[in-house]
Each structure stands twice: as C-alpha cells, then as structure tokens.
C-alpha cells in the first residue's frame, strides 16, 4: 500500500521493487493478487499516463491483469451494443442482460456475427446459440 502515498518518482520506483520481490519471494497465486492490486493503484494513481507509459514505468504488460481485462470487456460490450442499435435497432434491456456475461471470446464472435443480423431476433437465435 505504500506507492499510494508516495510521491509518484517515489512510487514507482517501490511499485517495481515490490513486484519484483513478490515475483522472487512469493507463490505465485500471492504474487499474482500483489500484481493486480499494485498495477489497480498505480494506473489510478498515474491517471494522466497512458497504459504503455505505466507498462514502461512499472517493468510489465497490463494486457495480463484483471483491471485490462475488464476494461476491455466492458469496452467491447458498449462497442457492440452501439453496432446492434444501429444494426437492428433498440436492444431491449431483457437482451443486454444476456450480453452483459459474455466472455471476450464470444463478445468477438458476436461483433463478427452481427454483421449478419438483419433483425432482432437474428441476435436471440445467436444469444441461444450461446446457451446466453
């Protein structure tokens, strides 16, 4: 918890070195929830930097933490939801409950498969397709 109230040269420099040592000292289940909380605070503590420029001052990729990976969803999902209102217009609260869990992998298929749609119901047989 320290890099939280350090100055941020400061905080960066104790960020990497506790990464590395959970990365030496820990099992890595520990050093992997030490990673997501670390990389959680820094990215909100740096929030003028873009990811690349926090990859860079922390030593890692973000692409592997669960903060990246949910952002990455929820962006996905309001991205495809944007796609299918234009497609085959409103999509009714009931259908994007059924969206909502999506996993990337099928939020991916979805963007490629509702280019095909032509109607609401298009995107219910593909929702039970997917057992959504």
Not at 74 to 99: C, F, H, N, Y
Not at 107 to 123: C, P, T, W
Request: aromatic content about 4%; glycine content about 2%; charged content about 25%.
């Amino acid at each position: 918890m320290q890099p939280i109230t350090l100055q941020e040269n400061q905080a960066a420099i104790e960020a990497r070195n506790l990464l590395a040592r959970s990365q030496q000292e820990l099992p890595s289940e520990t050093s992997r929830a030490i990673l997501e909380m670390v990389t959680t605070i820094m990215v909100y503590k740096f929030t003028q930097l873009s990811r690349a420029e926090v990859e860079a001052m922390l030593g890692i990729s973000l692409q592997q933490t669960r903060v990246y990976q949910e952002a990455r969803e929820d962006e996905a999902k309001l991205l495809i939801l944007r796609q299918l209102t234009r497609r085959v217009g409103e999509v009714p609260e009931s259908v994007r409950v059924q969206i909502d869990p999506l996993s990337i992998t099928q939020l991916e298929s979805l963007a490629e498969a509702l280019l095909d749609f032509s109607n609401l119901s298009d995107l219910d047989a593909w929702l039970a397709q997917q057992g959504a």
